[in-house]
């Protein structure tokens, strides 16, 4: 349909026209406008919030982004606190606001209230992004926002409002999916070297076996103003049955399948690429319209289903160990379980054997059971797959033996089914019940009384882990 | 660069995706939900509001605007009340969140009070726009929320919501400039044929000497989530000369000349296509934008001027003629000017010259001096090109005889200069001191003392016309 | 797949590459060359057969077409006559080259002497190929070099080079099924228009009418080299049954259906667009190809059919009720058949009823027996499906009541039905034994006895028609 | 422009069709015709030959590549052979055509010998092209004849049909210039590392270096149906000097400047890619259209020069040694280039400085004055450039340090200037008086009198490498 193609067109016109304003270079610009004090930017600032001519104001936006990129760490943090102090609402008008609704609320004087109420920080941050490269720039700064607001916690309060507008600007409706393979920009496919956050992608030879065979897929969330940047991705392997390790998946001398020959998707890889957008939720989108996608094109394919990490496992272990009133560990397993200090006991069969059993179903527990503080499933993968509907299918024994696997999970890996027809009720059990959905098999691992599921709130320890860089699978 | 084109690929995906949801069809999701009735709508839209499922939000909000696109007017009027009476801030919390800032003032007391000032219908609106065709039937929507407001004025504040959202999605950054010629999609021609509302376009021939010759050309505004539909798009002529009458311009007869040939282009027709974005504002980039894009290709054009209606002059005119202690009309002139009342003086060559400079001079003046309500400039094109930073360059006697152009401006019409070089200085004169900036030649038309600049407030009698579909020029 | 984006902004280039080239205007170049005596045309085509810079002969192949487009009627006919005198084979070169072949035969010297038999106005035309716009000049060359043919025969051997290189340039392996929708180019739409040569699209509308509704479609062939040309196109309507007149898919006030509710694909129009490009057969590629990518798109559709003219019936009855000895018209039926030469009989019912089985079984007749002097079906359009492997389904009366239909074929018109799985062995059936494959119910029309099926050359009467635009349907 | 991206997707359905004809896979189509046997190639090639129906056509010329798809060596000249003896020009049919034509002389009768003469295996490739990946099947198959040829010269008359045909569709008109840069899709920038022939990339942070900083350029022509590949490339670097070594323009740890600072464009590696069109020459057109790209887009660049290889010039200085009676090398000279034989002598400052008169004399000699048997310029890479109209600017001497580059030219190389208003000329003046015109300070290096220009077929000594992959620069 050439209409799309037509559609495309423009599309090219946005990245020439944001081409041709970069083209004027950043520091040019600074250099222009000779505003080089911190006081300068706050009066910069202030300009643009009052600018009427809106081609100046895209000036004034992109001087000031400029100055933000030759800051150091002091001049940053200045800034930030710069928001929260002094672009803030404007405390007068909201006490004349608060007082004309109290004096006779309406409609009216509640909408009043609202605009007064809102810190001018956000329209100011709203300008900004109407610079060229204002998205891209908007979300550095808040990568560096959230590192200071680790110190700094009243900085929350401008990151809610970052985190606010990121919200609407990256809205479902923006956002692209795009297969990426061999034939992707080698800028597009450097990104996903660098954002693998699961099964580390160590050259272009291995990149190249993740995303060129025909039964490897790879997708992507793009937004149309950050062209070059995945926002999200997942790696799916095409298969004929559900992989019980990942060493099945990565095996460089595997002999590929044709795609059409394959009956499962495996999702074994999801990394979130912008730390800029911690909170800004893609994957259950992702997956889904992934499973979509292949629905549509490989027919044939009937499971989709993850291999996960459980990246709380082990520390929630270490946990339960030494808790001598755990309900989670039998006394008579704490024995087997001290073997893991070693940190090569996969390759000692008579350990790898004693372990099994119970790592499994230590792992299962961990699952079916433990609860962060605010009540919800305690792993954060678990949590995002749970949430998206999808069931705990398997729970499977050294199925991980990276470093990183080890010591994370020793070794554990999940796969969380997506049955299409079940997801709704599966993420409202979860969401609304707070019910951990599971294959009869995972909860036959646990014994009954101590598999009993947990209310909201009745798990008893937590793991932390809430925003991981690699949520899932 | 085949980044461009990967980016293309994306936004066809988009494209894609839409069309592959829409194919369900409106009527068929509402058949199968069967909720009729406007209580369930209501329902529908709390159920909405309260929704964490994403997928299950798609569907509902799609359920909503399938429901109204079935409603008939009073549905319809009885739906924006809902908005209105039942989507407003919750009072309770509101007051909440009032009390709370009030007993100990702060960030996050003001960010709370914030969040429960704001109606609940913006986040409901927010979520209907999920739905595959949500933008365009909000924009409908609010077309016909346009109209009820003129009845019912309470209905404001649902349109603020409307329109302080749109502003957001409507945002510069997301519009993109295409040219639009012969070779464009005629789907999208069509819609130029429809939406022309300066000087008609009577078919697909007239059309194409609009779009087709060398020296022609044509731009809109597009978005990317409305792929079809034009937002606002410009009419432009390359010409030797300034051009003093639009029949000049539109001659069916006329030799095109080569565009390399051209050193000024006229900007002669400016329509805004979309009734539900009244109040968001695209000309003034539109413009810019234009004016940059031929100068980049067509580096020997020197002039961009407009060849622009008068729409208040004549209904202006008629008040100052009754008007027995006018500043604007002499005295001498009133009789003179008597003469208009004859549908046919522009045939008869001796009324023709005693009007000449009657209405050459009244125009001036109406342009130069009249005032609205609020003090701008009367003129609503006026006060658009002014705003825009152009200069009032020259006022043209019997320029437009079409019916519309005699009797909204006496055939009177107006070249507005845009001087690259002027602009923002222009803008300021206009925007912050209410000048009209002017060539000496329209200056000297009108007497002195009586062409002293008005101060804001100063202008005397107000057009209404402040939001014309025919903006420009 | 970006690939496929790869490969377009190639193409994108080529397309830009030619504006570029072009942009020096055609008579600019001849201009500066300033040679414009016809003798000075021999010259440059010896300059460019001999030159080796290859940028130089680009410039003088554009010099000589561009000498091309200013000349006359005559200087064209001269022109043509001198690549028949003057760039024939050189004759001492090919007398040499049989020498040294009967000498000593060998490939080598059969190699030679195919070099030296060709004619030098084949590589003379395929270097004016390399001028910007050479493809489509060239074929405007060929529309007049048919015309000068029919005056002057030995220009045939021209034609037969023209001919030779046009049927290498348009290999099947370069051309480009593209859909046509309300969505195309208007450039190209209107091109639509100009060349539908079987019933005539009056305007825009009626062009909507064609395009636009979700059950009909267009496909059209193009060339890369001649982007806003269609070579060929196909207009079909998706019904729930095979219409018996055309009336029942052109009628303007019809109620589209949804395509995914059709059954049938109605092939009711095809067109050939470049007269230049005469012999070079396009069409049975096309509707092969639009079958399979309808029952890709629409696998509901079982039936593909087409809704076809009998451009050679009329004249062929004519000289049928002439000839006392007709076989194919019975005694009785002679005079009946007289009431066609009223041109109101189809508004005479007694008349039509009369008619009826008698022109359905001349038509049949006339279908399955008549052949042309070279023995081929005597019916152009009949002639291109059967050989395409169609069968002859049903013959319909007063199928097409437009003037033209009532002229050419008493307004007869025939299904000829696409069985997938039979194509081969009917194509082998027609080509090889000159069988006319049909149903049985059109061969119940015909008499036995009568209805033997002719062997080749065997028929009696020839149609001449041979090369209709309207090849088909 | 819309029309060039209707015409994108165009090319897009060419593709996509290759891709779903393809989807078949070769080896099944072969097992299918089960046609195993060499005889049975021969059938399908005559049977190829004289269908008529093209589906069946298209599919038979399938069968036939899957089979060489599937041959051994030894298959593969049996069928080379075939092609030779059994496609050839039918003996008979040509001794009729001689007969006719001597027995009456006309335009027909030597087109039926043109007919007549050409060998059956021409239709035959062209029939096969119609395959889906015909033409990069045919194109492999060319690169087997060639290594067959070496050994069984008379396949030179089955090559020479390739060599046409390969002429024919790789035609200029059809050619697509594509920048490629570090966007550009992984499958088709590892062909550029695979195929770089003059300065190795040895992996993708070489090839980066090579494509993605700003003032780094590389540009290729791509055919239509052969999207992935690269037919020839070429590296361009952006700088402000005419480099006198190689290394500073590979320098890995260089530090970029801006394209618009630069003020010439380097030519320092172009690659033919595909052995199989040895002999379709390109690389003139490229290097001429880079240039004219360059000059567009970055308008300060005034001189275009490229640092080529020598590649002959150590072999011919070998024989010159050896050669008491050489003009070439003086008698003092020759003591000194003794020196060389030592594989360190860059490392030895002292012979390097007693080699650098010497060695710069001597090549300068061999680019002036060397030719081959044909008595064109004994050097390949000097004979490219010198016959696209470059001119030999300068010597430089130690350029290239690698081991090629020290083998076969004792680190010598060269810089062509392309001066675009003297190309014809200095076109002219190589190819019509076998002159090489080189700057004055080359041509002062070697002394009067032996400096003459050599007319064609003057020089003395030859080098071979006619037909080198890396024929420049």
Chains 1, 2, 3, 4 share one sequence.
């Not at 049955?241 to 399948?257: H, K, Q, T």
Request: aromatic letters at 6%; charged letters at 30%; a negative charge.
């Amino acid at each position: 349909m050439s209409e799309t193609s037509f559609f495309s067109d423009m599309l090219q016109s946005i990245a020439d026209q944001g081409r041709r304003l970069l083209a004027l270079g950043p520091r040019e610009g600074a250099a222009t406008l000779q505003l080089q004090d911190r006081g300068g930017v706050e009066k910069l600032c202030e300009t643009l919030l009052s600018s009427r001519g809106e081609a100046s104001g895209i000036a004034i936006a992109k001087a000031i982004l400029d100055r933000w990129d030759g800051f150091d760490d002091r001049d940053r943090a200045a800034f930030m606190r710069m928001l929260l102090e002094r672009f803030g609402p404007n405390a007068e008008a909201l006490d004349r606001a608060i007082d004309a609704h109290r004096a006779e609320p309406s409609e009216r004087t509640a909408q009043a209230l609202h605009a007064a109420a809102e810190p001018r920080r956000q329209e100011l941050i709203r300008r900004l992004n109407l610079a060229p490269a204002g998205m891209s720039t908007l979300m550095r700064m808040r990568e560096t926002l959230l590192r200071l607001k680790a110190d700094d916690p009243a900085l929350g309060a401008v990151d809610d409002d970052f985190a606010h507008l990121f919200g609407s600007w990256f809205n479902r409706g923006f956002l692209v999916l795009k297969p990426i393979d061999w034939t992707s920009p080698a800028n597009v496919l450097e990104k996903i070297i660098r954002y693998e956050a699961v099964h580390e992608i160590r050259d272009w030879d291995e990149l190249r076996r993740r995303v060129a065979p025909d039964d490897r897929r790879c997708f992507a969330f793009f937004h149309p103003r950050l062209i070059d940047e995945p926002l999200i991705f997942v790696e799916v392997a095409l298969t004929t049955s559900m992989p019980a390790a990942v060493d099945e998946v990565l095996d460089p001398g595997r002999a590929p399948i044709r795609a059409g020959a394959a009956s499962a998707a495996i999702f074994y890889s999801i990394s979130n690429c912008q730390e800029g957008l911690r909170g800004v939720s893609f994957g259950n989108f992702l997956i889904k319209q992934v499973v979509e996608d292949l629905r549509r094109d490989l027919p044939e394919i009937a499971t989709f289903v993850t291999l996960s990490p459980v990246p709380g496992f082990a520390a929630w272990l270490g946990r339960e160990i030494e808790d001598d009133d755990s309900e989670a560990i039998a006394a008579e397993d704490r024995a087997v379980l001290a073997a893991v200090a070693d940190k090569n006991w996969p390759d000692d069969s008579a350990a790898v054997e004693r372990l099994r059993p119970v790592l499994t179903r230590a792992c299962a527990w961990y699952l079916l059971n433990a609860r962060n503080t605010r009540g919800m499933a305690a792993d954060p993968v678990a949590r995002f797959h749970l949430g998206n509907g999808a069931r705990l299918e398997r729970v499977n024994f050294l199925a991980d033996r990276s470093p990183r696997g080890l010591r994370q999970a020793h070794g554990m890996m999940v796969n969380y089914l997506y049955e299409l027809g079940d997801i709704e009720a599966n993420h409202e059990a979860f969401v609304g019940r707070g019910e951990v959905v599971a294959s009869s098999s995972v909860k036959r691992l646990v014994k009954p009384g101590k598999a009993a599921v947990a209310a909201p709130g009745a798990g008893r320890k937590s793991g932390k882990g809430a925003d991981r860089k690699e949520l899932a699978p």
